[in-house]
């Protein structure tokens, strides 16, 4: 089996406009409610729902918490607003054209702190020093180019620069995780989680390395307290099908890979194992086809290979 490894980045990807989308574009102003956020410190994301719409598209929030996206489309959206590292706070459904062109996002501190969404309250009103959010910025830039060992040198300052930065000890953790030392990646992300223990994405992360640690009981534990924090729920109920799956729940399983699939196609190998356990040699098939089916299958030839072998013994 095959586990997916969790990064809590996003990255950002450039949209174009035809000459046509420019001609009926508008400008969306848009203002972000929580206290007074730093300058630089949130990023609004805005993700189309109908085929009218404009591409995703982003924008960062100012100092005086206003932002603005030009060469916006009428439709409806998706708008998340995110920290600068793309830790989710506030997700909402607007509808915007040029006669409704301004957006609001307000942000109730106790909602927050209840945690009604994947980032605490600790993660928004932490600020890491100067250097130290250097060292985490470059780390990204490395990772991004693929350098994780560079990531982690980053990674590493950034932790000895400011031993309370909860969220690059969370990135490091990934970054081990990746390289296999399970070790160095426990040792970072329980320290996450003892700076804030209501991350999501450190509990998501402590949920994938279980996994790797076969660890099945405090996969699930961290699985679930994922999705209570609302985690991304595709990988989180991935998560905890696995667990269950890895203990003998089969049956408990299931139903939360089948929500995992509609997000994250990988569900639909792990169903296929289950399903082919069970003597369900057809309908594991039919979910390695779907897998197959879905955008860019990165196991096409081990799939592929696993669907001769269930044909065979069929």
Known sequence: MHFHRFSVFLLITAALCTAADLRNSFTLYG????????????????????????????????????????????????VHLTTAHGNPVRSDIVHIDEHSNRVTLRIDKNRAAKHNGTVSMRSLQFKAPKAARKEFEKAESANRRGDVQKSIDHLRKAVELCPEYA??????GVRYLT?????????????????????????????ALAMSLENAPLAEKHARRALDLGAERSKGEYLLGLALAKQ??????????????????????????????????AGAERQLKEYLDSENP?????????????RAAR
């Open 31 to 78: 203002e972000v409610e929580l206290g007074a956020p730093a300058g630089g410190a949130y990023l609004v994301e805005l993700r189309p729902l109908d085929n009218r719409a404009s591409p995703s598209m982003r924008a960062q929030v100012n100092n005086d918490g206003s932002f603005e996206m030009r060469y916006m489309q009428a439709g409806t959206y998706e």
């Open 167 to 172: 969220e690059a000890h969370n990135n490091l």
């Open 179 to 207: 390289t296999g030392d399970l070790a160095a990646s426990r040792t970072h992300l329980e320290r996450s989680l003892e700076l804030d223990e209501n991350s999501a994405f450190a509990h998501l992360n402590m949920s």
């Open 248 to 281: 003998g729940d089969r049956q408990t399983a299931i139903p939360h890979l089948e929500e995992a699939v509609k997000q994250f196609p990988r569900a639909h190998l792990a169903l296929a194992d289950l399903l082919a356990r069970q003597g369900d040699l």
């Open 298 to 310: 990165q196991l096409r030839a081990e799939v592929e290979q696993w669907m001769q072998s269930l």
